[in-house]
């Protein structure tokens, strides 16, 4: 069982919003800033998003927030290449590690 | 070219030991704070450990699966990153990541990843 926890799957059609979400708790998210990243079959990840801004050529359609114990992290003006597995990571001070969402598997139709 | 490049994946039997390394390069090594992670087949992303640099005394965390049993260090001379794994366990089979903490509450550069078989 994963930290923090991330919808299994998420779906929608090219153009469209999408918001992805991780929750933790006081001892992480509601301490620290959380980085988001992408992983396509096979690939290594990729960081799309650190706590505060965006990596250099990260297209500016996707964004992160934070409210209270959870993060999210959102794509606007979906494309097919944003199809791949995302995962979330936060500092968990009371285990002093990094610690990781399960993972969404988002589906572009 | 900001690059990491991970070696030293195998095949090992339980209990035996394995070093993997990581070559950077394009960044200013010796500054940087390095983790681990790694990713069982068909699993997420799992946190194995980090050294911090020098300036922050080199100092090391470990995930506690892993704990007693794996070593990481460094030498900046070279711009290499290690991880000793030994007392290896079939639950230890995983594709090994170096990457950087990118300081933003997150980490920032990956490698390709190295694969770690575990098996008798």
């Known amino acids: 069982q994963s930290a923090l926890t991330q919808e299994a799957s998420v779906s929608g059609t090219v153009g469209q919003k999408v918001t992805l979400s991780c929750t933790g708790n006081?001892?992480?998210?509601?301490?620290?800033?959380v980085g988001w990243y992408q992983q396509n079959s096979h690939g290594a990840p990729k960081t799309v998003m650190f706590?505060?801004s965006l990596p250099s050529g990260i297209p500016d359609r996707f964004s992160g927030s934070k409210s209270g114990t959870t993060a999210s992290l959102t794509i606007s003006g979906l494309q097919p290449e944003d199809e791949a597995d995302y995962y979330c990571?936060?500092?968990?001070?009371?285990?002093?590690?990094?610690?990781f969402g399960g993972g969404t598997k988002l589906t572009v139709l | 070219e900001v690059q990491l490049v991970e070696s030293g994946g195998g095949l090992v039997k339980p209990g035996g030991s394995l070093r993997l390394s990581c070559a950077a390069s394009?960044?200013?090594?010796?500054?940087?704070?390095m983790s681990w992670v790694r990713q069982a087949p068909g699993k997420g992303l799992e946190w194995v450990g980090r050294?911090?640099?020098?300036?922050?005394?080199?100092?090391?965390d470990y995930a506690a699966p892993v704990k007693g049993r794996f070593t990481i260090s460094r030498d900046d001379s070279k711009n290499m990153l290690y991880l000793q794994m030994n007392s290896l366990k079939t639950e230890d089979t995983a594709v090994y990541y170096c990457?950087?903490?990118?300081?933003?509450?997150?980490?920032?550069?990956w490698g390709q990843g190295t694969m770690v078989t575990v098996s008798s």
């Open positions: 006081s001892n992480d998210i509601g301490n620290y800033g």
């Open positions: 990571s936060t500092w968990d001070y009371s285990l002093s590690a990094w610690v």
């Open positions: 706590a505060n």
């Open positions: 050294i911090k640099s020098k300036v922050e005394g080199v100092t090391t």
């Open positions: 394009g960044f200013t090594f010796s500054n940087a704070w």
């Open positions: 990457t950087t903490e990118s300081g933003d509450g997150a980490f920032d550069i």
